[in-house]
Structure formats: C-alpha cells, structure tokens
C-alpha cells in the first residue's frame, strides 16, 4: 500500500507563492496517477490538480494558470507550485491517486492565505 506525506504548506500573503511536496512510499507509485486534493473548513474536499503516470495534467478551473502540478518518479515524489495565491486558496492540501481508489489519507498539507 502507498503511504503519502505531504508538506511545504504555510502562511503567504495574497499573490504570494508556495510549493507543495507529496512524497510517496511503494514501488508502484510511478504507474499510479496521483493528484493534489484540498479541503477548506466547511467545505468538501475537491481534486486541485491531477497528474497521469504518463505526465499528463489537467486542473481544476479555479487555479488553472496559476498551480502546476508536475512529478519526479524517481523520487518518489509530486509538487504543487502555487502562484499568485488568492485567500479562497485556503485549505488544507492532500495528496492522493487521480481518482478512486484512493489510498489512506495523509495528514494534508496547510496552506493559509493572508493579510
């Protein structure tokens, strides 16, 4: 079973920038597709960002232009660059597979966006 830890999250004012990493346990992790996920308070978590085992990426109307999600196999490893952050930004950022199944949850990755 792939294990997922996610970090790189944090405090950045309006138009500010973060990069997120999600690193991942498993031999299996570079054929699997995998996403990034967020959850603001009061609100079901949503697919942010998706990427295929082939590189292929697609993104949630909401950031398109301004995340990029990309991946390094051998690491292990997926990031999400996050640009010109808005305050609806805030969340708690998870990583996961690009669709079910999912595997079990990490702890997320917090982002607050902020004056």
């Known amino acids: 079973q792939v294990q997922v830890v996610e970090s790189g999250g944090g405090l950045v004012q309006p138009g500010g920038s973060l990069r997120l990493s999600c690193a991942a346990s498993?031999?299996?992790?570079?054929?699997?597709?995998m996403g990034w996920y967020r959850q603001a308070p009061g609100n079901e978590r949503e697919l942010v960002a998706g990427?295929?085992?082939?590189?292929?990426?697609n993104y949630a109307d909401s950031v398109k232009g301004r995340f990029t999600i990309s991946r390094e196999n051998v690491k292990n490893k997926i990031f999400l660059q996050m640009n010109s952050l808005k305050f609806e930004d805030t969340a708690v950022y998870y990583c996961?597979?690009?669709?079910?199944?999912?595997?079990?949850w990490g702890q997320g990755s917090k982002v607050t966006v902020s004056s």
């Open positions: 996961n597979r690009y669709g079910s199944p999912f595997l079990n």
């Open positions: 990427i295929t085992s082939g590189g292929a990426t």
């Open positions: 498993g031999s299996i992790f570079s054929i699997l597709g």
